[in-house]
């Protein structure tokens, strides 16, 4: 039973085909199994009846020549089981105290990352890599359950590490292929998710890529939910999963829904790489709130290149190719830089950068434009500790032409802007509790990462000046922060896992920035967040902050807010959500990505037929 893990797997696209059937009457399902017998040195009762059956093929050639082909033989199940003996609450505690026994042969368990399937709804928010974005990124301590949603793309991310079990493998020239092969992002056994591949063939490409394919695919949930997916995986080196069909809404530029396709990157030379996603403005279509057939199409281009230590990053949105609307349809921005070393100091990231149309978000004001911006800056960061204590900072210089909306105007400003910025965030911990022990039933029941309970202090302090060109500056001082209280380690069915955040902050300034997206005008806010087990894996996540200056005539209008409700497991989680402030809803799958030391043991199961003549007090899974 060839086993172990497999690195770098990528997945493409595909579309698939839904459909319903009712069937009068009632059958008792039945659980997923793959057809792995055990190693030859391990008890197998059925090693004796096993006969591997004829494909049709092999049928209609041994018919062609006359022999009729060897009747073929079957393992029956000859029993049946029996009805149940002990209530499901016993045999869930039989079946956890049994997973508790198994040498899981793995250590030092890691969560990496995860690959996501999302869908969301609303207006996307473009955050360009300007002084705004960070500075506002690292100038204030949020609560968690405001953290950022994630990408906007259909599928993001990547599982580097997959462990592999199949019965055989038959290696060739050009690559292997394998009858039944069996793929899990799980590290432990029984795992949560895993795929069930068969008739697997894996060539190698020209490139140097695997591209893995099989007859069929499907990725098992808790060895009771069977889902078709993609039947081609493509494993590439240092690439993340991109999908090919895009299907997305956008009401402030494309009047709703649209759909696109990811081509073939093209690349230009040696070390520059150009992306493209045309796309078809279908709401736009169906309303017929268009001028001209060109009004119906658009374009997402990204362009990449490294030319040694210099960076090139470049962004286009086109909604609309109407020759009369395309320059009020269009938002473009782009960097170019490079890093410098500076010893003992860190590295210096120096860019220029430049934009038109792109919006962005500033507490209370909500959505404000910038035109047109252009200019360098150059930053520093890194982090430190200091014991237990954790420091990241951030020191930020920048000086640009911006065009942008004034500050409670309808008109447009422009003017030069120089700003300084710098920022300390630390996390403090004040009480820290013990995991759940790091087993599969405990620690790792819900979560992919042990959940510590304790009590933290998280804190920022920050400052910024700006002077701008004609001749007013703003100048400000934060500081931000609160506690975070952990109960439970999460490793019980009931209520066994709460975290909430508190977060405060406080800003003295001096002037006032004449544009909006910059102008600070949350001098006071609160922020409060929730995260609660109702049970099980059933998690409901909810932050909100407010302005709470009784000076400001915002006082009291909400500066960000979230709420999601999701079903969380170690290897796995599906989740709902709404983002009211920024008015974005969707819904996302997500499989962890792990790392580890070891091997792991068989995860696909495998059932003997004379199980099926025990009693359920002999099988506690």
């Known amino acids: 039973m060839p086993f172990g893990t497999y690195g770098g797997v990528s997945e493409g696209s595909n579309a698939y085909l839904l459909g319903l059937r009712y069937r009068w009457g009632r059958d008792t399902p039945k659980p997923e199994s793959a057809v792995m017998p055990p190693l030859p040195e391990c008890d197998d009762p059925d090693r004796g009846q096993r006969v591997k059956p004829s494909s049709l ?3 209609l050639d041994s018919i062609a020549l006359g022999d009729g082909g060897s009747p073929q033989r079957h393992v029956s199940s000859d029993g049946t089981t029996e009805q149940p003996t002990i209530p499901p609450a016993q045999q869930q505690a039989m079946r956890a105290e049994a997973i508790a026994k198994i040498d899981q042969r793995i250590s030092d368990v890691d969560l990496q990352g995860s690959f ?45 590490r997959w462990r592999v079990q199949a019965s055989k493998v038959l290696i060739t020239a050009d690559g292997w292929e394998a009858d039944r092969m069996g793929f899990s992002n799980d ?36 060895e009771r939910l069977p889902i078709p997916v993609t039947r081609r995986q493509l494993i590439q080196k240092e690439e993340e999963v991109e999908n090919r069909f895009v299907v997305g809404i956008d009401n402030r530029d494309r009047d709703g829904l649209f759909v696109g396709r990811n ?39 990204k362009l990449r290149g490294r030319y040694g230590n210099y960076k090139l990053n470049g962004d286009a949105d086109i909604s609309s190719f ?14 170019f830089g490079r890093d410098i070393d500076m010893g ?3 590295v210096l990231s120096t860019n220029l950068f430049g934009a038109y149309r792109y919006r962005t978000w500033n507490g209370s004001l909500g959505e404000t434009d910038i035109n047109a911006a252009y200019g360098v800056y150059a930053q520093t960061k890194g982090s430190w500790s200091t014991g237990e204590v954790d420091h990241d900072y951030l020191i930020r210089g920048a000086i640009g032409d911006y065009d942008a909306d ?9 003017s030069g802007r120089g700003s300084l910025f710098a920022s ?16 599969p039933t405990a620690a790792y029941r819900y979560s992919p990462v042990p959940i510590v309970p304790g009590l933290s202090l998280n804190t920022n302090v920050n400052t910024s000046i700006a002077v701008y060109g004609d001749g007013r500056h703003q100048e400000t001082l934060s500081l931000s922060g609160g506690p975070t209280i952990t109960l439970g380690t999460f490793s019980k069915p009931f209520l066994d896992f709460t975290q909430i955040s508190i977060v405060g902050s406080g800003s003295l300034k001096n002037g006032d920035s004449p544009f909006a997206f910059d102008r600070n005008v949350d001098l006071a806010t609160l922020g409060v967040g929730l995260t609660q087990q109702i049970v099980g894996p059933v998690v409901l996540s909810t932050g909100v902050s407010y302005n709470v200056d009784p000076g400001s005539k915002y006082y009291g209008s909400t500066v960000n807010s979230n709420i999601e409700l999701r079903w969380q497991r170690r290897s796995y989680d599906v989740g709902v959500y709404f983002n009211p402030y920024e008015g974005i809803g969707g819904v996302r799958f997500r499989l962890n990505d792990f790392d580890f030391k070891g091997t792991g043991v068989p995860f696909v199961p495998y059932t003997p037929t004379n199980w099926m003549k025990t009693t359920n007090a002999d099988r506690p899974f």
């Open 187 to 222: 590290p432990f056994t029984p795992a949560q998710t895993r795929i069930d591949a068969e008739d697997v063939i894996a060539r190698e490409q020209a490139n140097g890529d695997v591209l893995i394919s099989a007859r069929r695919n499907r990725l098992i949930v808790e």
């Open 263 to 301: 081509l073939k990157p093209l690349t230009i030379g040696t070390s520059t790489e150009l992306s493209v996603q045309p796309q078809f403005m279908v709401q736009r279509a169906i309303d017929g709130d268009f001028n001209s057939a060109a009004d119906l199409f658009g374009l997402d281009a």
């Open 424 to 439: 300390v965030t630390s996390k403090i911990p004040l009480l820290k509790g013990k995991t759940a022990e790091l087993i």
């Open 322 to 335: 109407d020759p009369a609307d395309i320059l009020s349809s269009s938002r473009y921005w782009g960097s």
């Open 57 to 59: 093929s092999e049928r």
């Open 116 to 160: 996501s399937i999302e869908r969301r709804s609303g207006i996307p928010v473009q955050r360009l890599n300007s002084s705004v974005r960070d500075e506002n990124r690292f100038g204030v301590v949020k609560v968690p359950q405001l953290k950022s949603l994630g990408s906007t793309n259909f599928l993001n991310g990547t599982i580097s």
């Open 344 to 346: 003992g100091l860190g």
């Open 406 to 414: 004034r500050f409670n105007s309808n008109r447009r400003l422009r």
